[in-house]
């Protein structure tokens, strides 16, 4: 008997209600799709539905499921099918009176969906029209196709998914005495596999370390910390793989393979590993962002600016504010972005401010991992943090939900569940029914950061799929697809519509109330600065009424911050 989880995420403004039912051999079909004896109902925007089946013994063929389900409204019908052939499980899903977007499959109206036992397998729709319905494992370029629908949004209104530690998928070179793949590794993809699989988001540390042939020092994406006065003492790690690897696979995908997306590199955690462990100096960095620059090796399609613009980079304030259309609509390719999370700075009068590096100023993200390996924990702890950003967070801010486990520790027997990439892919299999719910236009993550984008397969450590650059690109991620990239097309209609459950009219009032304090109280902190400090008169005539008032919104602040927690927080 095998068995696993099948997650249904409706990212469509009608409700999906299951019409009609049957199984044979797939023992808990039909009690989980008409439960209590009533057909199961997955709510509009947001509504989910995590079926756990159970394929019993019996031979190959035998098993069969159909569940027909219907949107409420515009009646679009299409039915979950579940079959067993020559010892393979299969799930696909017929689309019988419309169409969907973004798939490449022989059949127009069906779309296959690998089984993976004892893991979950998604089936997630979003959009509200067959213009613009796109499913689980949708589109390569899925920037491009959801232009027409957040093409005019600023950044800070978009969702997309985004690898950990994304340099992270290999070895390179000996790490230290207490560190492997298993314990550092935190993909199975390679960057290539990762942009393929939905990633525009790319967390890379890079290092300074010896190269494999040990003739040079080059720079490498590592994964080192100090444990202190942890059990391992002092630095602890592993390099992956080297810079000029990263850059290739971008343009790979990005101008080779010509998919017009937007991919963001951001730097952060520079460590020479050769000489201490220290922080990267300012001329490391700049020796780096001459690897990225480079107009032969470097990034191709690296973004300096929206169309048509002509000032210095360096007064871009906010990237965040540029619309999506500002750096891959209106003609242009695709765009690489590379940002800084680091205290290194690149000056004005820089030969580097003109050339499409950002300063942390310019591109603020909020990313506050959970210091769990424990999947309650996170989900926890990540779901607050989302919340209290949906309202307290500065406009020129990123959330970043980081779903993402602390490394275990590895038990004796060396078992596959204290692999940190293993440990990884389970915590990923939770996002789809603990996210989608909580989101509406005031509170959703920007980025969906987790360890093994794409998935693995949990029979062979490996992945076993080696690069093949003449094989089809679906060759380079396993049964996990582009869930993730579906997920956040999903999240981008969520934050889309204003009524109905999307719509929290409490939760609006709130963050009013909050703007408009929050803003006279940076007026009162702005004049209070511009006084004269050496008009004493002036001073005292003015500080009693200021500081009054100063801390009256304070304390309303206060009132409201405990409104949001009774409102929110209970929730999660």
């Known amino acids: 008997m095998s068995s696993g989880f099948l997650d249904l995420v409706n990212g469509t403004p009608y409700d999906w209600v299951v019409a009609s039912t049957a199984h044979h051999h797939i023992n808990s079909w039909t009690p989980q799709f008409k439960p209590d004896e009533e057909f199961l109902t997955i709510p509009k925007k947001g509504g989910t539905a995590r ?24 009646e679009y019908t299409f039915f979950l099918h579940a079959k067993s052939t020559g010892g393979q499980k299969h799930i ?34 979003s959009g509200d029209n067959p213009s613009n319905f796109f499913p689980t494992n949708g589109p390569v370029s899925w920037m491009h196709a959801s232009l027409p629908s957040i093409g005019n949004r600023p950044l800070k209104r978009i969702c997309m998914p985004g690898s950990h530690s994304s340099g992270m998928c290999e070895q390179t070179g000996a790490g230290t005495a207490f560190a492997d793949d298993d314990n550092c590794c935190t993909q199975w993809q390679n960057i290539h596999g990762q942009l393929v699989a939905g990633a525009r988001y790319l967390d890379i540390q890079p290092c300074i370390k010896m190269s494999e042939d040990g003739e040079s020092y080059k720079f490498m994406c590592g994964r080192f910390d100090n444990t202190g006065s942890h059990a391992l003492m002092g630095w602890q790690g592993m390099s992956g793989l080297y810079i000029q690897d990263v850059i290739d696979q971008i343009n790979q995908f990005l101008y080779t393979e010509d998919n017009e997306e937007l991919v963001i590199l ?103 991992p959970t210091d769990s390996d424990s999947y309650t924990k996170v989900e926890q702890d990540q779901l607050e943090k989302m919340y209290n950003h949906g309202l307290f967070s500065s406009d020129d801010q990123l959330f970043a939900l980081s779903w993402t486990c602390s490394p275990p520790d590895m038990d004796e027997t060396g078992d596959m569940n204290s692999i940190l990439r293993v440990h990884g892919d389970k915590m990923n299999k939770e996002i789809y029914s603990s996210v989608v719910p909580k989101v509406n236009q005031l509170v959703f993550p920007n980025i969906l950061l987790v360890d093994c984008i794409g998935g693995f397969d949990p029979k062979n450590r490996s992945n076993g799929k080696p690069f093949d650059a003449s094989a089809k690109l679906e060759g380079y991620y396993s049964f996990q697809g582009r869930n993730l990239a579906s997920l956040a097309m999903a999240i981008n209609w969520l934050n889309t519509w204003d009524d109905g459950m999307a ?68 929730r999660v």
């Open 503 to 570: 719509r929290d009219y409490e939760a609006t009032e709130i963050q009013a109330r909050w703007d408009l304090l929050a803003s006279r109280l940076k007026d009162l902190d702005r004049k209070e600065n511009n006084y004269n400090s050496d008009s004493t008169i002036r001073l005292t005539q003015h500080y009693m009424s200021w500081a009054a008032e100063t801390m009256s919104i304070r304390n309303e602040l206060a009132q409201i911050q405990n409104e949001w927690s009774v409102h929110y927080l209970t």
């Open 266 to 368: 951001n730097l952060s955690r520079g460590c020479n590993v050769e000489d201490g462990y220290r922080d990267f100096t300012d001329y490391e960095w700049y020796r780096l962002f001459d690897m990225l620059i480079d107009p032969k090796t470097g990034l191709q399609y690296i973004w300096t600016g929206p169309k048509g613009f002509k000032g210095d980079p360096a007064e871009i304030k906010s990237l965040w504010s540029y619309t999506l259309n500002d750096f891959i609509g209106k003609g242009t390719k695709g765009a690489a972005v590379v940002i800084i999370s680091e205290s290194c700075s690149i000056a004005p009068e820089s030969s580097y401010a003109m050339k499409g590096i950002f300063n942390k100023s310019q591109c603020d993200i909020y990313q506050s």
């Open 92 to 125: 696909w899903v017929e689309f019988r009176n419309f169409s969907v977007q973004g798939y490449d499959e022989s059949d127009e109206d069906t779309l296959r969906i690998d089984w993976v036992e004892e893991l979950d397998i998604a089936f997630i729709l």
């Open 51 to 74: 079926i756990y089946l159970e394929w019993d013994d019996a031979p190959a063929g035998s098993h069969k499921g159909e569940a027909e389900i219907r949107m409420r409204g515009p």
